[in-house]
Antibody, heavy 122, light 107 residues
Framework: QVQLQESGPGLVKPSQTLSLTCTVS??????????WSWIRQHPGKGLEWIGY???????RYNPSLRSRVTISLDTSKNQFSLKLSSVTAADTAVYFC??????????????WGQGTTVTVSS | DIQMTQSPSSLSASVGDRVTISCRTS??????LNWYQQKPGKAPNLLIY???SLQSGVPARFSGSGSGTDFTLTISSLQPEDFATYYC?????????FGGGTKVEIK
């Protein structure tokens, strides 16, 4: 059974870089066809896709965040990570990592981490 | 970006009711439409992918239909564990976008 678990600081100061890691268990992050994704949810709001990385190394980011976002894979640790630079209070949210299925399954996100709350405050 | 419009934003229903949630997209997305259920404090759970394919382990009372720009999620007989917020999501073209959500509450 595949499981994902987010980890990282719960509090980040304005202008600093938010760094989160998602540890994958039960499957290899190098498995062909999956898209390793980050999504966030502002308090009491809907879901916002941040971006994903394919195991080939290709990435796609939300244009609204593209200038500040980096997603990377660490196959040796079976982890993928999110870095979001120059954060402001508007980046306060619950951050989820998720696995998106291959194209034949319409990229549905079938496995999610439990989510981690990140607050941006001085 | 492809805009997603879900309706209604909330509804009240009773156990056993048939519930229908709509999702409309700003441009045609074929059947690249997924549905999720989210309960408070939890991660979303994939219910339907490709507009009408039931994700493994999801009860058969959930079904999806539609193509192009108009989609529907139907719960044939609402159960107590179905009270939650439901989101549609398009996977046709990045940036992937979600609908605003439909909160299903107990009448």
């Amino acid at each position: 059974q595949v499981q994902l678990q987010e980890s990282g600081p719960g509090l980040v100061k304005p202008s600093q870089t938010l760094s989160l890691t998602c540890t994958v268990s039960g499957d290899s992050i190098s498995s062909v066809g999956y898209y390793w994704s980050w999504i966030r949810q502002h308090p009491g709001k809907g879901l916002e896709w941040i971006g994903y990385m394919y195991n080939s190394g290709s990435t796609r980011y939300n244009p609204s965040l593209r200038s500040r976002v980096t997603i990377s894979l660490d196959t040796s640790k079976n982890q993928f990570s999110l870095k979001l630079s120059s954060v402001t209070a508007a980046d306060t949210a619950v951050y989820f990592c998720a696995r998106a299925l291959p194209a034949m399954s319409y990229f549905g996100m079938d496995v999610w981490g439990q989510g981690t709350t990140v607050t941006v405050s001085s | 970006d492809i805009q997603m419009t879900q309706s209604p934003s909330s509804l009240s229903a009773s156990v056993g009711d048939r519930v229908t949630i709509s999702c409309r997209t700003s441009q045609s997305i074929s059947t690249y439409l997924n549905w999720y259920q989210q309960k408070p404090g939890k991660a979303p759970n994939l219910l339907i992918y490709g507009a009408s394919s039931l994700q493994s382990g999801v009860p058969a009372r959930f079904s999806g239909s539609g193509s192009g720009t108009d989609f529907t999620l139907t719960i044939s007989s609402l159960q107590p564990e179905d009270f939650a917020t439901y989101y549609c999501q398009q996977s046709y073209s990045p940036p992937l976008t979600f609908g605003g959500g439909t909160k299903v509450e107990i009448k």
